[in-house]
């Protein structure tokens, strides 16, 4: 028995290692065991909706952003991950600033 919990203690280092480590922290969080991520744009700048996606093999997340037309209104954007099973959803909000 005392083998078992040691090989699992092992397997979630490794886990942690490789996953957590590897990418960024809040983003692999995210995507991997769900939660809350929050992405505040520069100034002036606003979100192209439909680029934004995970890097293969990582928690890091790409977008497209380019300079607000004048008179545009800012958004907020909210991404959300709804799972099967419920247990692991994560939600990402784009923020824009004037």
């Known amino acids: 028995m005392k083998y078992i919990v040691k090989l699992f203690i ?3 280092a490794a886990y942690f290692v490789v996953v957590v480590i590897g990418g960024s922290f809040v ?3 995210t ?3 769900g939660g809350n991520m929050t992405i505040e744009l520069e100034a002036g700048q606003k979100l192209e909706p439909y680029t934004v996606q995970w890097e293969p093999g990582s ?3 790409w977008y497209l952003t380019e300079p607000m037309e004048e008179g545009y209104q800012p958004k907020k954007y909210e991404f959300k991950e709804k799972s099967n099973l419920g247990a692991m959803q ?3 909000t784009f923020i824009e600033t004037r």
Do not use: D, E, P
């Open 10 to 12: 092992v397997i979630m």
């Open 27 to 29: 983003g692999t969080i």
């Open 31 to 33: 995507k991997h065991l």
């Open 59 to 61: 928690g890091n997340i």
């Open 90 to 92: 994560g939600k990402i």
